[in-house]
Nanobody
Framework: QVQLVESGGGLVQPGGSLRLSCAAS????????MGWFRQAPGRQRELVAR???????AYADSVKGRFTISRDNAKNTVYLQMNSLKPEDTAVYFC??????????????WGQGTQVTVSS
């Protein structure tokens, strides 16, 4: 199985910064991508940022230029640096990894979620 352990959420004022971390362990030998999703109350879960094993990244339009995703392959850890935070960034942030199974199909795994609240 796969375990994802997140850390780094909290309360921050508008314009502030936070860094989220997610450490993966277990059966993680064929990772395709790692990333972050978020879900605000009453809204669907949405992709925030994703990084592939080849280093390519993708971001939601709403966070481009403010958030940066990075990865430490040696530690199997993915980070999300969030700058210039806005109240609309308030949500539960979930770490996600997509891993190829024995049939070469992708399985999704999720962390438990960490709350990010942007408020004055």
């Amino acid at each position: 199985q796969v375990q994802l352990v997140e850390s780094g959420g909290g309360l921050v004022q508008p314009g502030g910064s936070l860094r989220l971390s997610c450490a993966a362990s277990g059966n993680i030998f064929n990772i395709y991508a790692m990333g972050w999703f978020r879900q605000a109350p009453g809204r669907q879960r949405e992709l925030v940022a994703r990084i592939l094993t080849d280093g390519n990244t993708a971001y939601a339009d709403s966070v481009k230029g403010r958030f940066t995703i990075s990865r430490d392959n040696a530690k199997n850890t993915v980070y999300l640096q969030m700058n210039s935070l806005k109240p609309e960034d308030t949500a539960v942030y979930f770490c996600n990894t997509r891993i190829y199974n024995d049939y070469n199909l992708l399985n999704d795994y999720w962390g438990q979620g960490t709350q990010v609240t942007v408020s004055s």
